[in-house]
C-alpha cells in the first residue's frame, strides 16, 4: 500500500514542484523590469550543458507569473533554464526527448520576487577548487557494500 510522502520522508508539509519546457520561460533582459539581472547574460557553459543533458535540472527554479504581461518569468535559475534550452538541442539530434525544468510558483509583487531573485544570488557561493577535487576523488572511489 502506498504511504502518504509526508509520512515516508517526515515532512512538515508539501508544496507543488510543477515543470515546464524551458523554451516556455521568460528570461527578463530588459534593464527597467525589477527582476533584470545582468548574469542572464553570461556564456553558456559546455560543462553545465553536459551536466543537464545527462542528469536534467537537479534544483527547482522559480517562477513567477507578470500579471501585467502573462509571462512565465524566471526569478531563480536562468542558468539553468538557458543551459537545458542547449542540452535539449543536444539530446534532439540524439534522438532523446527534450527535458522540462521543474520550478516552484511563488506569489506577489515584482519587487518581492526581486528580493528573493537577490536573496538566492547573495546566499550561494561556489565550492572550492579543493572542495571540488575531494568530491571527485570519493566520486571515483568504488562503494564498499
Known amino acids: 500500500m502506498a504511504k502518504n510522502s509526508i509520512d515516508v520522508y517526515g515532512a512538515s508539509g508539501k508544496t507543488n514542484v510543477l515543470s515546464f519546457e524551458p523554451e516556455n520561460l521568460h528570461l527578463v533582459t530588459d534593464k527597467t523590469h525589477p527582476l533584470y539581472d545582468e548574469r542572464v547574460h553570461l556564456p553558456i557553459e559546455e560543462g553545465m550543458v553536459l551536466n543537464i543533458a545527462e542528469l536534467g535540472v537537479l534544483e527547482p527554479i522559480i517562477v513567477w507569473k507578470d500579471p501585467e ?14 543551459h537545458t ?3 535539449n538541442k543536444l539530446r534532439l539530434k540524439e534522438g532523446k526527448d527534450p527535458l522540462l525544468v521543474p520550478g516552484v510558483v511563488k506569489r506577489g509583487s515584482a519587487n518581492q520576487m526581486a528580493k528573493y531573485m537577490v536573496s538566492e544570488n547573495e546566499i550561494r557561493r561556489p565550492d ?7 568530491k571527485n576523488v570519493r566520486r571515483a572511489r568504488p562503494r564498499a557494500r
Do not use: I, N, S
Open 69 to 82: 504581461t502573462g509571462l512565465t518569468c524566471v526569478v531563480v535559475g536562468r542558468q539553468r533554464v538557458k
Open 85 to 87: 534550452l542547449e542540452a
Open 128 to 134: 572550492t577548487p579543493l572542495g571540488r577535487a575531494k
